[in-house]
């Protein structure tokens, strides 16, 4: 998809800086991205109030595996 190679580009960009991790696949890593970004999406709009502490730990967990 459009979305999931936008994704790609950018990680493929922060990995040739050093930014990320280089050893993951950027084009499974896009998909696991744009995966989590609508899951997100879905969630905080069925209910947010009950969600709020998952969804904060959904992307402190992303954002870890981005920087490992």
């Known amino acids: ?11 493929l960009r922060a990995q ?4 990320i991790n280089s050893t993951t696949n950027a084009k499974i890593l ?3 991205i744009l995966n989590t970004v609508q899951g997100l999406r879905v969630l905080s709009k069925a209910k ?3 969600y709020q502490k998952m969804l904060s730990s ?4 992303t954002l870890a595996a981005l920087l490992k």
Not at 1 to 11: F, N, P
Not at 16 to 19: H, I
């Open 58 to 61: 959904i992307v402190s967990t």
């Open 30 to 32: 896009a998909a696991c």
């Open 1 to 11: 998809s459009a979305a999931s190679d936008v994704y790609k580009r950018q990680i």
């Open 48 to 50: 947010p109030a009950n």
């Open 16 to 19: 040739q800086s050093g930014d």
